[in-house]
């Protein structure tokens, strides 16, 4: 039942910034932990950052770190990534996807293994040189 929406993907020169905006109907977020991921050409999927149930707790991909940052507006039901000084191996689609998790302080393990309750359907991202 719980439904997501990305939206803020599209095209940027290297060195800009992207707002990703992940929206949820259908249910409140409270007791989900929400992360981002992304595949990228020649590549797996990668776990690109998460934010517990609380928003107090969050984890990075350690090459991320410093570039984007994840934060959640409860009143919204929506979920950002913040994505600033882009490159071109940024360049991908980028997924949102909710895991339930009753523990308000943790989120970590959503980007390594599900189950997940919900997927966003993934949204186009690209880093021109």
């Known amino acids: 039942q719980l439904q997501l929406v990305e939206s803020g993907g599209g095209l940027v020169q290297a060195g800009g910034s992207l707002r990703l905006s992940c929206a949820a109907s259908g249910s409140t977020l409270d007791n989900y932990a929400i992360g981002w991921f992304r595949r990228t050409p020649g590549k797996t999927r990668e776990g690109v950052s998460c934010?517990?149930?609380?928003?107090?707790?969050?984890a990075y991909a350690p090459s991320l770190k410093g570039r984007f940052t994840i934060s959640r507006d409860y009143s919204k039901r929506t979920v950002y990534l913040q994505m600033n000084s882009l490159n071109p191996d940024d360049t991908g689609a980028y997924y949102c996807?909710?895991?339930?998790?009753?523990?308000?302080?943790?989120?970590?393990?959503?980007?390594?293994?599900?189950?997940?309750?919900?997927w966003g359907q993934g949204i186009p991202v690209t880093v021109s040189s």
């Open positions: 996807a909710a895991q339930w998790n009753p523990d308000p302080y943790k989120c970590a393990a959503l980007l390594q293994k599900g189950p997940y309750d919900a």
């Open positions: 934010i517990s149930g609380s928003g107090t707790v969050t």
